[in-house]
């Protein structure tokens, strides 16, 4: 599929992944958004030019070009998010009916710079948190050897989160990052950035072939996410 298209447009239920994001952002009550694209980003213009207006969205395209990865695209359309208050940053190839609007009401009432949905479950790499705060990121020996400890906990980051407008301007890594990078960064400055826990329910995410399949089948059994 995505020898032609883009991953965010292929169907989990009949339906476009994009467009399970638009539905549940439109009943969210977002009103604006914006998609970074690269690989066939054409296609992903020409959905959103469609299917935007009728979910009620204004919907831009943030081009990249190279891969600037999760951060780095995220800085690069900083400026067309500016201006509209908090940003909730969903990953179009996580298939998840986490509650949005716990989500940002948890983040709203927090004083925390980034909220971060993160899950108990198995994952090769994982953020440590300590008393309601990032404090570090475990991969590979480190991770296999972890044990929770005195309010330590290792989770997986759901794909979802919400950042305060001030969280992108302090961004000042260039080109091409991760996200993990600044959040760990800015922790380790004295920034909070928060867990948000939306344990059990629907989460997969749809990194290849074979984890769409799996999509797919909760789908079937559980229903689109709303």
């Known amino acids: 599929f995505t020898d032609k298209h883009p991953k965010c447009l292929a169907k989990v239920g009949g339906v ?38 009728e979910l009620g969205l204004r919907a831009e395209v943030s081009f990249e ?14 400026p067309l998010l500016r201006g509209e208050g908090p940003v909730l940053v969903y990953n179009s ?3 998840t009916d986490l509650d949005l609007a716990a989500l940002t009401a948890v983040h709203a009432g927090s004083g925390a710079l980034a909220t971060l949905a993160v899950l108990d479950r198995p994952s090769g790499r994982k953020l440590t948190f300590k008393d309601g705060r990032l404090v570090g990121h475990l991969t590979g020996p480190e991770l296999e050897a972890f044990a929770p400890r005195a309010g330590l906990e290792a989770l997986a980051f759901s794909g979802v989160h919400v950042a305060s407008e001030d969280f992108l ?23 909070r950035i928060a867990p948000f826990r939306p344990d059990g329910g629907l989460g997969a995410d749809v990194g290849d072939a ?13 229903g689109l996410p709303t």
Do not use: Y
């Open 16 to 53: 476009p992944l994009l467009e399970i994001v638009l539905r549940r952002l439109a009943r969210l009550g977002v009103r604006t958004v914006v998609v970074n694209a690269h690989h066939h980003a054409g296609q992903v213009d020409a959905f959103l030019r469609e299917k935007a207006p």
């Open 93 to 95: 190839d996580v298939v």
């Open 65 to 78: 070009d190279p891969v600037l990865e999760t951060g780095g695209g995220l800085k690069k359309a900083a």
């Open 210 to 222: 074979a984890k769409l399949a799996f999509a797919d089948s909760l789908v079937a059994k559980h």
């Open 169 to 191: 301007d302090l961004m000042t890594e260039a080109g091409a990052f991760s996200l993990t990078k600044v959040w760990l960064r800015l922790a380790g400055a004295g920034e």
